[in-house]
């Protein structure tokens, strides 16, 4: 699907920051978008000259022999070799990648953090970024890691670009703008973002200070998840998604811009802004999601359905049957199953599961999971609703009931999750976490027939 040619305002140093930016409908669309009208080739991607005096280039997400090659052809001021030039060593060092095992940190167990505070010292994009685990092996281009941001700044003639990964990024408090070069993205709790592999952006604070989640993809690219018997409609319908219209920056100004290339930091000093896009085409873009357009399914009669009816976005892992990454969301919805205990049930599975609270209680842990708050299931081990969630779902009137003001997700992979050492020393453990376990009662007594 082809959506039509459309424009947008350009993006430049004294923008407003209450600029509305312009958005185009759908997931995997085949999309094109011009800021000048007649800034995109027709009929053919590599024109001898380019309106404009516009260089033509392709951003390739895939292979060129994918089976659906994912990529976009972008009609810029200047080629992306002139924003491109010697590179020095950056140490950041909240922002760490797998492999890392730290030795004196174990990440077997059971763990809960309260929400990291944002402190007082000014923090970017970059600087306030906060790794709490990893998985996989970001050279091998499998796994992922999972961060906290802290964001009170916003990047001044400063830019970034991951070659390892694509984020999907989940704030829970205050707003973001991210200036790509495709686009314009605004961002709130409630929402979330993708943002590609190669994607150069700057991050500015619209509403702060700024914290949220991040999910880091080593590997395939987040797709919708295959419907199975649900059939074409319900869950995360593609047309909710949007993609950014064409904007563009021609700013002569010294600047910066940061690359993360095999978990490394490097960082080149440029003349320009390099967000100099004016108009591109291709199925190789950010996106922005409310999540309130999710439409959960689930039992209507009896039983507790997989956390799996509840995923957003997977990535592939190349194994049938398990996710290098799913993202899942537990929303508002409808509990309606007769003669069921309702909550999310004891279990131990394969996978390795990171949650956020992004706001409201979430039902199986209804005290200590706090908005703003993680914790971790690793692959194998056991968790599942503390003592209060037990006794009330055990005991509960059975009636139709709506499970309001309550938005939590889960980042899952199918590799162990290891903490980092912020994750272990750093961030606001809650040590007695695997405590609320403690007071289940053995109930068992043998008498037949009885429950």
Request: charged residues 20%; hydrophobic residues 35%.
């Amino acid at each position: 699907m082809k959506d039509t040619p459309q424009s947008a305002p350009l993006i430049q140093a004294d923008t407003p920051v209450g600029t509305v930016p312009g958005y185009m409908p759908g997931f995997g669309n085949d999309f094109e978008t011009e800021a000048l009208p007649g800034a995109l080739p027709q009929g053919m991607n590599s024109p001898q000259k380019c309106n404009y005096g516009l260089y033509g280039e392709q951003l390739s997400g895939t292979a060129f022999t994918a089976h659906i090659p994912e990529r976009t052809w972008c009609y810029r001021i200047r080629p992306s070799v002139k924003h491109s030039h010697r590179y020095t060593r950056l140490d950041l060092p909240y922002w760490v990648s797998a492999p890392h095992v730290v030795e004196d940190v174990t990440s077997l167990g059971q763990y809960r953090w309260d929400p990291v505070p944002m402190g007082d010292e000014g923090l970017t994009w970059l600087t306030g970024m906060r790794t709490m685990t990893t998985a996989g092996d970001v050279n091998t281009q499998v796994g992922m890691a999972s961060h906290i941001y802290l964001v009170t700044e916003s990047m001044v003639d400063a830019y970034f670009f991951s070659a390892d990964s694509e984020l999907l990024v989940v704030p829970q408090q205050g707003k973001l703008r991210f200036a790509t070069e495709l686009g314009v993205i605004d961002l709130e709790p409630g929402e979330i973002a993708i943002i590609p592999r190669g994607l150069v952006y700057r991050v500015e604070v619209l509403d702060g200070p700024c914290r949220g989640f991040v999910c880091e993809n080593y590997g395939q690219k987040f797709e919708l998840p295959g419907r199975g018997p649900i059939g074409a409609n319900c869950m995360a319908n593609p047309r909710d998604f949007k993609a950014p219209v064409a904007a563009y920056e021609d700013r002569e100004v010294p600047s910066t811009l940061t690359v993360k290339w095999c978990g490394q930091f490097h960082e080149t000093r440029i003349a320009q802004s390099p967000l100099d896009v004016v108009a591109w085409h291709g199925n190789y873009t950010p996106y922005k999601y409310d999540l309130s357009t999710y439409c959960p399914v689930g039992a209507i009669l009896f039983d507790h359905p997989d956390p799996s009816i509840f995923t957003v976005l997977t990535a592939p892992s190349g194994v049938p049957g398990t996710a290098n990454i799913d993202f899942v969301l537990f929303r508002e919805r409808w509990m309606v199953a007769e003669n069921t205990f309702r909550p999310p049930w004891y279990h131990k599975n394969i996978m390795s599961e990171l949650m956020g609270n992004i706001y409201g209680q979430y039902d199986a842990k209804p005290q200590g999971f706090v908005p703003g708050g993680m914790s971790l299931h690793n692959m194998m081990l056991p968790h599942g609703p503390d003592r209060t969630a037990f006794e009330g779902a055990s005991n509960a009137d059975l009636k139709a009931e709506k499970l309001d003001n309550t938005m939590s997700f889960m980042f899952e992979t199918r590799f162990p999750q290891h903490l980092t050492e912020f994750a272990g020393k750093e961030a606001p453990l809650q040590d007695d976490y695997i405590d609320c376990w403690a007071s289940l009662e053995k109930k068992f007594d043998g008498t037949p027939g009885k429950k």
